[in-house]
């Protein structure tokens, strides 16, 4: 491990917010980063209306990100005041990820055939890359993980780990992959959508406790 790799602080994103006091409790616990999905056919979706209600709560410095699949440019424009990244978990274009003036995060499932040396360069634009585990026709969320020791150590671009991470396995995550950030939504749940704080505090101190060693 690298000199810069033992002062990197691991980011934390929690994804899948419906609730105002889960965001209240998180922002507390000093989480980097919240996510909405706005992926209508997902149970932890948000309308417009909720995000920009949830949204209008975050504090500076913590980023709201947006969850898109394949979205329309009308629907990602639509929901652009209210979010400060975009992370894209479809088939969209590097194009089409870059088209909208805001950071971006391209989200690649880890199926068998995939190249990520190939993929950082396709996507060569993005601020990082997140990598979740595969099920053919569910794009992500899935409460899975993969095998971590598929991703090259080289790699160009930042990398998000995500993919059925918990508080009990992800201080051996941070410690095996030494990601950019990591990101959970199910592994901090008492039911879909509905955080759970002990499940939340734990997360975050066992990534802090990782980044210590």
Known sequence: M????RMQRTR????????????????????????FVMWPKSSRSVDVEQLARLAASVPAFVSRVGLFVDPSTEWVETCLPYLDVLQFHGDETPDFCASFDRPWIKALRMRDSIDLAVEAERYAQSQALLLDAYRPGTPGGTGESFDWSRIPATLVKPVILAGGLTPENV?????????????VSGGIEASRGCKD??????????VALSDAR
């Open 197 to 206: 704080t002990p499940k939340m505090a734990s997360f975050v101190r066992q």
């Open 12 to 35: 934390i994103k929690f994804c899948g917010f419906t609730r105002q006091d889960d965001i209240d409790t998180a922002v507390a616990l000093g989480v980097d980063a919240l996510g």
């Open 171 to 183: 201080s051996q995550a941070v410690g095996q992959v030494r990601p950019y950030a990591v990101d």
């Open 2 to 5: 690298s000199d810069t790799q």
